[in-house]
C-alpha cells in the first residue's frame, strides 16, 4: 500500500511544567536541543513500529526552533 501519514510531534518545551512537574535545576537536563532530537528519534521509531513500515521515507519541518531542530535531525 502507498499514502502518507502526518504527524506532529511537539517538544517537551511547549508544556515543561506537566511534563517535568517542576523546574528543579536537575529537571532541566531534559529541556536541551540534544534531548529534544532524541525524542523526535524515538517518536520517528515509535511511528515506524506502529504503523508497520520500516523503511518509510520520513521528512522533518518546521520554523522557530522546531526548524531548527528539523535542519539538526539527520
Known amino acids: 500500500p502507498t499514502g502518507s501519514l502526518l504527524c506532529l510531534f511537539a517538544s ?7 511534563f517535568l512537574g517542576d523546574l528543579e535545576v536537575g529537571s532541566l537536563q531534559y529541556l536541551s536541543s540534544q534531548q529534544a ?15 508497520e ?11 522557530s526552533y522546531s526548524g531548527a ?4 535531525y539527520e
Open 37 to 51: 532530537l532524541a525524542d523526535l528519534a524515538n517518536f520517528i521509531l515509535s511511528m515506524k513500529d506502529q504503523y
Open 69 to 72: 531542530l528539523a535542519s539538526w
Open 12 to 18: 517537551r518545551l511547549s508544556d515543561c511544567t506537566s
Open 53 to 63: 513500515v520500516p523503511n518509510a521515507t520520513v521528512i522533518v519541518f518546521g520554523c
